[in-house]
Each structure stands twice: as structure tokens, then as C-alpha cells.
Nanobody, 122 residues
Framework: QVQLVESGGGLVQAGGSLRLSCAASGRTFSRYAMGWFRQAPGKEREFVAA????????NYADSVKGRFTISRDNAKNTVYLQMNSLKPEDTAVYYCAAGGTIVTVSNHPGYWGQGTQVTVSS
């Protein structure tokens, strides 16, 4: 069992940056692959990025490649999403997720956080 709490969302102008954090409870954090998803108003939740338990493998949605970076600190039970060159279309609620493997967390995560709002103004 793992509980996830996101933070770091907010309002930013287009071209700006934000860093989201996701703090996980439990002593088995390092066994989980972690991911980020987002859901914009009126749209389905979509995959953003994922990272393996070791941090050695990472996946990104095409829409964020080159702008977003996922990372993790297993000593702090935390996963991050650094978002640069933000665009208005990045506006969404961002959710942290956990799963057994990078493939699992990218498609069918077992655990979700409550979400944090990111709003990018033009």
C-alpha cells in the first residue's frame, strides 16, 4: 500500500516553469515505478511521464518531450516533475501515480494521488 500527495501546482505564465513533487508514504517506495498524468477540463486523463524504480528508465508523452523531466529521490520517497517552457495547453490537474513497473504505471497505475492544479496563462 502506498499513499501519494502532490504539491507544487499553481498559476504560471506561458514560457515559465514549475516543479511538481509527489511524496509517498510507506517504506517500499523504491519498489514502485512512478508516473505523472494530467486531466484538462472536459478531457480524459492522459499519461505525461513515468520513471522506473531505479530511475534508470523514463518515458514521456510526445507532447511534453524536451520540456518536462521526471526524476525521483528514493531516500526522500519523492518523485518530481520539472516542467519548463509551459504552454496554455498544459493547463490541467496533475496526478501522481504508482505501479509495479514502468509499463504498468504508464497504463494502469495501482495508486493515485489527489491531484494538483496547474494553470498556464497566455
Amino acid at each position: 500500500q502506498v499513499q501519494l500527495v502532490e504539491s507544487g501546482g499553481g498559476l504560471v505564465q506561458a514560457g515559465g516553469s514549475l516543479r511538481l513533487s509527489c511524496a509517498a508514504s510507506g517504506r517500499t517506495f523504491s519498489r514502485y515505478a512512478m508516473g505523472w498524468f494530467r486531466q484538462a477540463p472536459g478531457k480524459e486523463r492522459e499519461f505525461v511521464a513515468a520513471i522506473s524504480w531505479s530511475g534508470g528508465s523514463k518515458n514521456y508523452a510526445d507532447s511534453v518531450k524536451g520540456r518536462f523531466t521526471i526524476s525521483r529521490d528514493n531516500a526522500k520517497n519523492t518523485v518530481y516533475l520539472q516542467m519548463n517552457s509551459l504552454k496554455p495547453e498544459d493547463t490541467a490537474v496533475y496526478y501522481c501515480a504508482a505501479g509495479g513497473t514502468i509499463v504498468t504505471v504508464s497504463n494502469h497505475p495501482g495508486y493515485w494521488g489527489q491531484g494538483t492544479q496547474v494553470t498556464v496563462s497566455s
